[in-house]
């Protein structure tokens, strides 16, 4: 777990939302909401991948959001499977904004939360996004096209969503992919390479 980090509610649209906020190192330079994997396979925001997005994000000076959406831990609600979960993250934003000020902005989700983070940048604008093991094709709505300069992470061997799902939606944008070889789903033993790479390439 990270040092920097305390735990608040934010009223979301079915009730409030349980959040891990993450601070920056240093001045606050930009906004970062990181959605979490699918709840019903255990997903929450304390997630290993969510978390080391967070670590990363934090240290290039980024207040990191990551809440429980709709029905997971503390917050309220019921699991909408991508659909509530939208208007989840644009209350969390909301609310980061008023604290913050108008920071840049950035969108960011590990697998089911890689899917909503798109979904969420569909409707509104924001300066950067991050999709890690992006869960395409996975459910009823598509996963929409993303902006080019998209930062799209997968595991060469994910298991849960094949790289060829990713890259057969990724290659009508155009878009670039980050494949790391080797690496499954969770990125199990790659996570201090995913971080330096989130740096990297932000």
């Known amino acids: 777990m990270l040092k920097a980090q305390n735990k608040l509610l934010i009223a979301g649209p079915a009730g409030a939302l349980e959040t891990i906020v993450v601070s920056p190192s240093g001045q606050a330079n930009g906004i970062a909401v990181i959605c979490h994997p699918n709840p019903l396979q255990g997903g929450t925001n304390t997630n290993k991948v969510v978390q080391t997005a967070a670590k990363a994000l934090s240290q290039l000076g980024y ?8 029905g997971v831990g503390a917050s309220e609600g019921q699991h909408d499977h991508g659909l509530g979960e939208v208007d989840d993250v644009l209350a969390v934003v909301a609310h980061a904004r008023a604290q913050q000020g108008d920071l840049p902005l950035a969108l960011a989700g590990f697998s089911f939360g890689g899917f909503v983070a798109a979904r969420v940048r569909a409707v509104i604008e924001a300066d950067k996004l991050l999709l890690m093991g992006v869960a395409v094709g996975k459910y009823a709505i ?3 096209a993303v902006p080019n300069d998209t930062l799209v992470i997968h595991g060469e061997e994910d298991e849960v969503i094949p790289l060829s799902a990713v890259l ?3 290659r009508p944008q155009d878009l670039p992919v980050l494949v790391f070889p080797g690496a499954g789903h969770f990125f199990h ?7 330096q790479m989130i740096q990297r390439c932000w």
């Open 63 to 70: 207040v990191c959001y990551c809440p429980n959406l709709r």
């Open 168 to 170: 057969d939606w990724a």
């Open 142 to 144: 598509p996963t929409p």
């Open 189 to 195: 033993g790659k996570l201090i390479k995913l971080a």
